[in-house]
């Protein structure tokens, strides 16, 4: 059709049950995505074994809501290693408000940063439910149309996971990315092993 990569609901502009339709399917597919993949580490979770009882000791990417899976209020904490990263463990961080929290290898800037970005998010959309931006900015942004509005939506969740990917790129200065591998690989691997040998005992 020729058109440009920001005109991509051109298609079912005019028709509001299928582009309300398109992104249902949208949501419904990442949802799905998710959810199956649950499901999996579900299905391969060992309650019964006393060393892996936690769910992220089998390789259960299970992370509860940021603010408190750091800081250890609803989840195990983060990983804190050593100056030289010879020996770490899994515990709670208390936040670093001051400078100091603008340092990548202090672990309590971490925690701070999930509460600050919280608290920002739950303030922000306050703000845009309870404010009406000026007709000036209102027409010059075009936000009568639905086009523009999605457009936003879409701008915004890439620049949040531009964030992700930035903070997931430096994170091995607190997340040693071998240890991370080494947890799901070894969790799931053991988990298949133990489950095989139980059948064999059985048969």
């Known amino acids: 059709m020729g058109l440009p990569w920001y005109r991509v609901h051109t298609v079912v502009l005019n028709d509001p049950g299928r582009l309300l339709s398109v992104h249902i399917m949208h949501t419904a597919l990442v949802a799905g995505w998710a959810g199956s993949m649950d499901l999996y580490e579900l299905a391969v979770f060992d309650l019964s074994d006393p060393v892996l009882d936690p769910m992220w000791r ?24 050593d100056p030289y990263e010879l020996t770490g463990k899994v515990q709670p961080v208390n936040p670093a408000w001051g400078v100091e929290g603008f340092d990548p290898f202090v672990p309590g800037g971490i ?5 600050a970005a919280w608290t920002l998010g739950i303030l922000a959309g306050l703000f845009h439910l309870s404010v009406r931006p000026p007709q000036r900015l209102y027409k010059g942004l075009r ?45 799931i691997r053991d988990t298949f092993n133990k489950k095989y ?4 005992v059985l048969d």
């Not at 089998?58 to 804190?80: D, E, K, M, N, S």
């Not at 925690?111 to 509460?115: D, F």
């Not at 040998?197 to 064999?200: A, D, F």
């Open 197 to 200: 040998i139980e059948e064999l």
């Open 58 to 81: 089998q390789g259960v990417a299970c992370f509860g809501f940021g603010a408190f899976h750091v800081t250890g209020l609803y989840g195990p904490g983060i990983w804190v290693s």
């Open 111 to 115: 925690a701070s940063h999930h509460i």
């Open 143 to 187: 936000m009568e149309n639905i086009e523009t509005v999605i457009s936003s939506s879409i701008a915004a969740v890439f620049f949040a996971a531009f964030i992700v990917a930035g903070t997931m790129w430096h994170g091995s200065a607190t997340t040693p990315i071998d240890y991370l591998v080494l947890l799901v690989i070894n969790g």
